[in-house]
């Protein structure tokens, strides 16, 4: 069986995606400070301990903080601070850290002087430098988010929206900022695109290439679409695949109703939004069974070159 393994950083979680962003976390950081002087919980530890979690999504709740249900409660209070952890205002056990005391006292004392080297308010100075420590491990790598995209904008004066969400955080090596840096000239040029970029470095993996080659030596089956697959769920996500594989070679040797049938039928069983990716790709927008058939994929009689376009 083979592994994701990842190949790009990431910071936060999409909880971190909301509104007054910076109110957010100060309401949350009073909100775990009260919640950890409640005398059933001060001496209760965090971590494994999926009452206290329940326990603190209810209070949240009972705060309006939280709009709507969640159907794990727990996995939504890590959710809801696992970024805060990320940025260093609370640890593991989420009690706040010094840096967290101490952006809570300027918030609740209104203490918004800019007396600091940048001159900017001061819990914005205290956000910088905990955004300049802030860093995340990739295959043992120390990477530094801030840092780097600092670097970049100072090389190309800005960063378009798909450069920074999906170009950045490919940087794991300084080989990696290198290639990147010479991506974005090449983008800006319309001689390279971002999706190129990301898929190479996907299938460049060593484990995606041990993947390959097995896939590229063996008979097809479902047990090695299970064996080669690397979703992060269970295994039976990759069952579909192999029933998509064979709807795609025989619609490319026969190119009838039936066999357009049987591939968009193969597609629907796909999970999530992966279905929706292989729609978009196998068929033409203006009619959802009208089949691209000017694919590389349609035309390919090699079944090494089918393969590797397959599974990239």
């Known amino acids: 069986?083979?592994?994701?393994?990842?190949?790009?950083?990431?910071?936060?979680?999409?909880?971190?995606?909301?509104?007054?962003?910076?109110?957010?976390?100060?309401?949350?950081?009073?909100?775990?400070?009260?919640?950890?002087?409640i005398k059933k919980n001060i001496n209760l530890n965090w971590q494994g301990n999926e009452n206290i979690q329940i326990k603190y999504y209810d209070y949240l709740k009972e705060k309006d903080f939280i709009k709507g249900f969640a159907p794990n409660k727990a996995k939504d209070a890590r959710e809801k601070t696992s970024g805060l952890v990320d940025i260093g205002l609370i640890n593991e056990n989420r009690r706040l850290t010094n840096v967290g005391v101490e952006l809570l006292n300027i918030v609740s004392n209104k203490n918004f002087n800019k007396n600091n080297r940048l001159n900017i308010e001061q819990d914005s100075y205290?956000?910088?430098?905990?955004?300049?420590?802030t860093s995340v491990i990739v295959n043992n790598k120390c990477i530094r988010p801030y840092v780097i995209t600092v670097y970049l904008i100072s090389i190309f004066d800005y960063l378009t929206e798909d450069e920074f969400t999906y170009l950045v955080p490919l940087i794991t090596s300084l080989d990696k900022l290198n290639e990147v840096i010479e991506i974005i000239k090449l983008e800006r040029e319309n001689k390279r695109s971002i999706n190129f970029f990301i898929t190479s470095t996907l299938i460049d993996m060593?484990?995606?290439?041990?993947?390959?080659?097995?896939?590229?030596?063996?008979?097809?089956?479902?047990e090695l679409m299970m064996k080669i697959g690397m979703n992060r769920k269970s295994k039976s996500y990759d069952?579909?695949?192999?029933?998509?594989?064979?709807?795609?070679?025989?619609l490319d040797e026969n190119r009838n109703n039936m066999s357009v049938e049987n591939l968009y039928k193969a597609v629907l069983s796909l999970n999530g939004k992966v279905a929706t990716f292989w729609k978009q790709y196998l068929?033409?927008?203006?009619?959802?069974k009208d089949v691209n058939y000017d694919l590389l994929i349609f035309n390919t009689t090699n079944t090494f070159k089918f393969k590797k376009l397959f599974l990239s």
């Open 126 to 133: 205290i956000y910088l430098k905990q955004l300049l420590k």
């Open 239 to 250: 069952m579909p695949y192999y029933n998509l594989y064979n709807a795609i070679r025989i």
């Open 283 to 288: 068929f033409v927008k203006s009619n959802k």
């Open 1 to 37: 069986m083979f592994s994701y393994t990842s190949y790009f950083w990431v910071l936060g979680t999409t909880s971190f995606r909301t509104k007054e962003f910076n109110i957010m976390i100060e309401l949350q950081l009073s909100y775990l400070q009260e919640f950890w002087m």
């Open 206 to 222: 060593p484990n995606y290439q041990n993947a390959l080659n097995l896939f590229i030596d063996n008979e097809v089956s479902v």
